[in-house]
């Protein structure tokens, strides 16, 4: 997911901060939309959000990340349907 909106910043050629990560790029497509460049809707951005935020907790709070198999698979197959969404 990173790597595909980091593509899309690229391909867009929007700016973002140093800081390279989902939440930026994120921002990144936002602003564009705001601006007139769409690349993909509100709601999609809040997607993105969610999905960052649960990869946060598992990456960073392994023992205490508490979604079951079942969400993590909801949330893999959500992020593939967007990458070919919004390719």
């Not at 867009?12 to 769409?38: C, F, M, V």
């Not at 649960?54 to 198999?69: K, M, V, Y």
Request: hydrophobic share 40%; glycine share 6%; net charge neutral.
């Amino acid at each position: 997911l990173e790597t595909h909106l980091l593509h899309l910043c690229e391909r867009h050629e929007l700016e973002w901060p140093a800081a390279s990560s989902i939440d930026k790029y994120n921002s990144a497509i936002g602003q564009a939309r705001k601006e007139g460049t769409r690349i993909y809707n509100v709601t999609d951005t809040k997607l993105v959000t969610s999905w960052a935020g649960i990869r946060n907790d598992a990456a960073h709070g392994p023992s205490d990340f508490g979604r079951t198999a079942a969400e993590v698979r909801v949330m893999i197959d959500g992020i593939r349907q967007f990458l070919a969404r919004v390719p």
